[in-house]
Every structure is written in structure tokens, then in C-alpha cells.
């Protein structure tokens, strides 16, 4: 019987020493979740602030692009006009060197 006590009590005292280091894992297993939880939302506010980062740049490339394309037809027009104003120069030139031709003779 005192065996049979002694047995029990080792029994008791290993389930004991089994129960503190579940316990102990526990703890870390609750920490390890406490921090990856921590991380996940830390990641999660990171990509939200880089998306915003994103349509940012995103809205001030729309908003250079629509700047140059209003500046590339701006140079268009400004170099229809100087054509023009040549070719007007140059008729100008020409009748004026033909009235003069003519009101030479």
C-alpha cells in the first residue's frame, strides 16, 4: 500500500511539473499571438498608408500628364501661328520686292 501511495504521489507531482510547462507555453503561445497580432495590424496600417502614398502619386501623374498635354497643344498652336506669321512675312516680302520691281520700270 505505501508503494502503491508512493506511486500516486510521483504521478501527482509529474502531472504537476506537466501542468506548470503547459501552462508556461501557454503563456508564450499567448505572447507570440499578442505580438503577431501587433505586427499584423503595424503591416496593416503600413499598406493602408502606402496605398494612400499610391493614389497620391497616382492623382499627381493624371494631374502632370493633363499639364502636358495642355503645354503640347499650347506648342502646337504657338508653332501654327509663328508658320503662319512666316508665311505672311514671306507674301509680304514677295509683293512688296514685286511692287518695287514693277514701280522701278
Known amino acids: 500500500w505505501r508503494l502503491r501511495s508512493a506511486e500516486v504521489v510521483e504521478q501527482?507531482?509529474?502531472l504537476e511539473v506537466e501542468r506548470e510547462q503547459v501552462e508556461v507555453q501557454r503563456v508564450s503561445l499567448q505572447q507570440q499571438e499578442h505580438e503577431s497580432t501587433a505586427k499584423c495590424k503595424r503591416?496593416?496600417?503600413?499598406?493602408e498608408q502606402a496605398q494612400a502614398v499610391v493614389t497620391r502619386l497616382e492623382q499627381e501623374m493624371a494631374r502632370l500628364?493633363?499639364?502636358q498635354?495642355?503645354?503640347?497643344?499650347a506648342l502646337t498652336a504657338?508653332?501654327?501661328r509663328a508658320v503662319r506669321?512666316?508665311?505672311?512675312?514671306?507674301g509680304e516680302t514677295s509683293w512688296?520686292?514685286?511692287?518695287a520691281e514693277g514701280g522701278g520700270q
Open 96 to 99: 512688296r520686292l514685286r511692287s
Open 65 to 67: 500628364k493633363s499639364e
Open 43 to 47: 503591416l496593416e496600417q503600413q499598406a
Open 78 to 80: 504657338a508653332e501654327a
Open 12 to 14: 501527482k507531482r509529474q
Open 69 to 73: 498635354q495642355a503645354a503640347s497643344a
Open 85 to 90: 506669321s512666316e508665311e505672311a512675312a514671306a
